[in-house]
């Protein structure tokens, strides 16, 4: 039998084999980080620009005059107040959502249970966006299964407007992006050790006392993920505000969609786009400024 020496000795003297040819290519790391580089600013960067550079100039050069038509319009005002507003709402609420979930996924023991609800929390990723969306269509019209249930158990008296109002849509968005959030939670919070909680329990501490002293604090780093995740990814959803929101609640995606396809405005669209860029990297920034000193997020910031 080999003895423990013996087997250190095999598995230090073991190396990995590697194809030759490949160690042979001259520069093979610097090759493997500017193809990705260059695959990002062709299809990516180069794009954007090109289109940003329409907001801000025109066939005499650039101008400032469309972005100046939207700050001086209290129309884009109201659009860009609209869209904020939707995306902190969604935001909110798929976190009020995904985490208390999350959080009994980490203290349950059975693993059963855990499967069943990984499989429902990953259901929303099975189903197409559009087949999703003409679901809560049929759901949230006034004659829909939701406004009849709630006349079933008399909670009103006539059916309530859902569809194609603020309502509408936050349904729908949460519906469509919860998850993103709940993964976010749940893989910071399954790093936690649970033995934590045994010991706060063993000093004395209460479940609600534990929870608020070493989960809360620990999540945070997924809480902040997840939110802005969720949140940037709002900001310029299309699909579900088109279909489930009405001409008054439109969100900025809706009106740059309206000027690129529809009124053929592209240099208005571009201004539209580049403000929507400018306000997402603002509130990254703003949250990293804000974040930056906090010890348990200073890994994600």
């Excluded at 073991?14 to 299809?43: C, D, E, N, Q, R």
């Excluded at 439109?250 to 009124?263: A, G, R």
Aim: charged letters at 10%.
């Amino acid at each position: 039998m080999i003895n423990v020496k013996q087997e250190k000795q095999l598995i230090s003297g073991y190396s990995v084999p590697t194809p030759s040819f490949l160690t042979k290519i001259p520069g093979l790391k610097w090759l493997l980080m500017i193809i990705p580089l260059v695959y990002v600013a062709v299809l990516l960067l180069y794009p954007m620009v090109e289109l940003f550079k329409m907001g801000i100039a025109d066939s005499n050069g650039l101008t400032l005059e469309y972005l100046k038509h939207i700050f001086s319009n209290k129309v884009y005002l109201d659009v860009i107040w609209i869209t904020l507003k939707i995306s902190f709402l969604v935001t909110f609420i798929s976190l009020m959502i995904s985490y208390p979930i999350a959080y009994l996924l980490i203290r349950i023991e059975s693993n059963t249970w855990k499967n069943i609800i990984i499989a429902l929390a990953m259901i929303p990723f099975w189903i197409s966006l559009l087949v999703r969306t003409f679901s809560w269509i049929v759901m949230l019209q006034e004659q829909g299964v939701i406004n009849q249930l709630l006349l079933a158990l008399g909670i009103i008296d006539e059916p309530i407007k859902l569809l194609y109002t603020t309502t509408g849509v936050v349904i729908g968005m949460v519906h469509v992006l919860y998850p993103f959030m709940f993964f976010s939670l749940y893989s910071v919070m399954k790093g936690i050790d649970q033995r934590l909680y045994q010991a706060a329990e063993g000093l004395g501490a209460r479940p609600l006392t534990a929870f608020f002293q070493i989960n809360f604090p620990l999540s945070l780093p997924g809480v902040l993920a997840g939110s802005l995740l969720v949140f940037v990814m709002s900001l310029g959803f299309f699909v579900t505000p088109a279909l489930l929101g009405g001409s008054g609640e439109m969100m900025i995606s809706m009106v740059i969609e309206n000027y690129i396809n529809k009124t053929l405005n592209w240099h208005l669209a571009s201004a539209l786009s580049l403000v929507l860029f400018i306000v997402t990297i603002v509130i990254l920034g703003l949250a990293f400024l804000a974040l930056r000193n906090n010890a348990v997020l200073k890994d994600v910031t």
